[in-house]
């Protein structure tokens, strides 16, 4: 720690993360620079690497302004700014069975940026360097966690509030046989955490009926840094703009290729993704093009296809003693409105905040009813955003003749609405409620 006191020196860690993905990675930063000793736990056996004529990878993010102020905080975001990014200034929404429509802009919305499409490979190399240059933290990637033991019940419940025994530990068993030891554990392993179903908290669950098919595309028009979203009656089809070098981007008739590639996220039935996955790559982009209405001219070529089951799970709790989870093992949200990671950024920026605060105090990082204070400030947060994804995905997927009615009067009437729609993008930017310390200008 900064004043030189390590909060569990007999433990091989003050803090063990599972889960090096980018919310578990963030988080090992965040504490690791602070000065405590950090364990990071990957099944990945290698580093993520990036290099300049990587070609685009089909798995990309929305990171929101405020994400980019936590990742500023840490000297992650110079990094990734040098790699490759896409800044959007505009975002275009619109309903497939109507007239209904709705834009946002950078420039109404009184900011530079609504926020930027970056790469996850981009954000995982640009953590893992920093982690590289951090002696707190000691990487341990190739390990995957098999069994878990937390402290003993009711550790917590000493009459001295706060004062959890220093010696009481979560301990994990590593699949190659090691013991790894820490005051506490962050499950940042992800949406099927094996964290979570060994510490048996349950999660409510379901099946959003869809899966998410992505690729990278190039189009005939310039995508003019506009994020669009077409909400057709299967789920809704996302266009989000790339920056592609000219010498990377794949040979094209005419002017620069360069503004000429997006990421697109194409949520749909099981049995239509599948159909789509099966297409020959012409008749693929021809389909897309049609799906698209054309918003963006002919659809000239496009990557190999990935699908991704599309399950809403939310963790009936977040921390136990000696345990907190964090990102997608806490919760798993739609990817409509871009907001998982986010999220995710959010819950380790605030528990962080509430860890070092409580250290300050003397508190034990393992201590259930200081844990409690983050899950206090993110659980509602997140189940709010959870219902909001499922009541867009009900409103834009019913065909009854009413509802279509009631929506596309809605989106126009949203966007003749200056003052509202400013509030909306600034939620959607992720200035909800009070910041963490992390994410404050
Ligand atoms: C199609 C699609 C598009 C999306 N678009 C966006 C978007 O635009 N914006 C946005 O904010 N979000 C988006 N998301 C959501 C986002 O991808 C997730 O919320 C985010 O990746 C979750 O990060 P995480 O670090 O919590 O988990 P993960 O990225 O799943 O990382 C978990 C890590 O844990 C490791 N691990 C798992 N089990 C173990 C174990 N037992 N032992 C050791 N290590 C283990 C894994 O190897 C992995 O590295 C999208 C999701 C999908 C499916």
Same mark, same amino acid.
């Given at each position: !720690?900064?004043? $030189? +006191?390590s909060?569990?020196? #007999?433990h091989?860690?003050?803090?063990?993360?599972?889960g090096?993905?980018?919310?578990?990675?963030t988080l090992?930063?965040?504490?690791?620079?602070?000065? !405590?000793r950090v %364990?990071l736990?990957?099944?990945?056996?290698?580093?993520?690497r &990036?290099?300049?004529?990587?070609?685009?990878?089909?798995?990309?993010s929305?990171?929101?302004?405020?994400?980019?102020?936590?990742?500023?905080?840490?000297?992650v975001?110079?990094?990734?700014?040098?790699?490759r990014l %896409?800044?959007?200034?505009?975002?275009?929404?619109?309903?497939?069975? $109507?007239n209904?429509?709705?834009q946002?802009?950078?420039?109404?919305? $009184?900011?530079?940026?609504?926020?930027?499409?970056? /790469?996850n490979r981009?954000?995982?190399a640009?953590?893992?360097?920093?982690?590289?240059?951090c002696?707190a933290?000691?990487?341990?990637?190739?390990a995957?966690v098999?069994?878990m #033991?937390?402290?003993?019940?009711g550790?917590?419940?000493?009459?001295?509030?706060?004062?959890?025994d220093a010696?009481e530990?979560?301990?994990?068993?590593?699949?190659?046989?090691r013991t790894?030891? #820490?005051? =506490?554990?962050?499950?940042a392993?992800g949406?099927r955490?094996r964290?979570?179903?060994l510490?048996?908290?349950?999660?409510? /669950?379901h099946?959003?009926?869809?899966?998410?098919l992505?690729?990278?595309?190039?189009?005939?028009?310039?995508?003019?840094?506009?994020?669009?979203?077409?909400?057709?009656?299967?789920?809704? @089809?996302a266009? @989000?703009?790339?920056a592609?070098?000219d010498?990377?981007?794949?040979?094209?008739?005419?002017?620069?290729?360069?503004?000429?590639?997006?990421?697109i996220?194409?949520?749909?039935t099981?049995?239509?993704?599948?159909?789509? =996955?099966?297409?020959?790559p012409a008749?693929?982009c021809?389909? @897309?093009?049609d799906a698209f209405? *054309?918003?963006?001219?002919?659809?000239? &070529?496009?990557?190999?296809?990935?699908s991704?089951?599309?399950?809403?799970?939310?963790a009936?709790?977040?921390?136990?003693?000696?345990?907190? @989870?964090?990102?997608?093992?806490?919760?798993?949200?739609?990817?409509?409105?871009g907001q998982?990671?986010?999220?995710?950024?959010?819950?380790?920026?605030?528990?962080?905040?509430?860890?070092l605060? $409580?250290?300050?105090?003397?508190?034990a990082?393992?201590?259930?009813?200081?844990?409690?204070?983050?899950? +206090?400030?993110?659980?509602?947060?997140?189940?709010? !955003?959870?219902? %909001?994804?499922?009541?867009? +995905?009900?409103?834009?997927?019913?065909?009854?003749? *009413?509802?279509?009615?009631l929506?596309?009067?809605?989106?126009g009437?949203?966007?003749g609405?200056g003052?509202?729609?400013?509030?909306?993008?600034?939620?959607?930017?992720?200035?909800r409620g009070?910041?963490?310390?992390?994410?404050?200008p």
């Amino acid at each position: !720690m900064k004043d $030189g +006191r390590s909060a569990g020196s #007999a433990h091989d860690a003050d803090v063990a993360i599972v889960g090096a993905g980018i919310v578990g990675a963030t988080l090992a930063l965040l504490l690791g620079q602070a000065g !405590m000793r950090v %364990m990071l736990v990957e099944g990945r056996e290698s580093a993520t690497r &990036w290099q300049p004529d990587s070609a685009p990878e089909p798995r990309v993010s929305a990171l929101t302004p405020v994400s980019q102020q936590l990742l500023s905080g840490l000297g992650v975001w110079p990094t990734i700014a040098a790699s490759r990014l %896409m800044p959007y200034t505009g975002m275009q929404v619109w309903d497939a069975e $109507g007239n209904g429509e709705i834009q946002f802009s950078a420039e109404d919305s $009184g900011v530079p940026v609504l926020g930027h499409i970056v /790469e996850n490979r981009v954000t995982l190399a640009a953590l893992e360097k920093a982690i590289d240059a951090c002696p707190a933290i000691t990487r341990c990637f190739g390990a995957r966690v098999a069994g878990m #033991a937390l402290p003993r019940s009711g550790a917590t419940s000493v009459v001295n509030a706060y004062q959890l025994d220093a010696a009481e530990a979560t301990s994990l068993t590593l699949t190659d046989g090691r013991t790894v030891t #820490a005051a =506490l554990v962050v499950a940042a392993d992800g949406a099927r955490s094996r964290l979570r179903e060994l510490a048996g908290i349950a999660t409510r /669950e379901h099946d959003t009926g869809q899966v998410a098919l992505v690729a990278t595309v190039r189009t005939e028009l310039a995508h003019q840094a506009v994020a669009r979203q077409r909400f057709l009656p299967t789920g809704p @089809l996302a266009f @989000l703009p790339l920056a592609v070098n000219d010498a990377l981007a794949q040979p094209a008739e005419g002017a620069s290729a360069a503004e000429r590639h997006c990421s697109i996220v194409w949520s749909t039935t099981p049995e239509e993704a599948e159909r789509l =996955l099966a297409l020959s790559p012409a008749a693929f982009c021809s389909e @897309l093009e049609d799906a698209f209405e *054309g918003q963006l001219g002919a659809i000239e &070529w496009a990557s190999e296809r990935f699908s991704f089951p599309l399950h809403q799970r939310h963790a009936e709790d977040y921390v136990l003693p000696g345990l907190a @989870l964090v990102g997608d093992a806490a919760h798993a949200i739609h990817p409509l409105a871009g907001q998982g990671v986010n999220l995710g950024l959010m819950d380790v920026a605030v528990l962080a905040d509430e860890l070092l605060a $409580g250290h300050r105090r003397g508190v034990a990082l393992g201590d259930e009813r200081w844990l409690a204070r983050y899950r +206090r400030r993110r659980r509602s947060d997140n189940a709010m !955003m959870l219902k %909001m994804m499922d009541g867009f +995905r009900l409103l834009f997927g019913s065909r009854q003749p *009413g509802v279509r009615l009631l929506r596309n009067f809605g989106l126009g009437f949203v966007d003749g609405q200056g003052e509202l729609k400013r509030i909306l993008m600034r939620q959607a930017m992720g200035q909800r409620g009070e910041l963490p310390t992390s994410c404050k200008p």
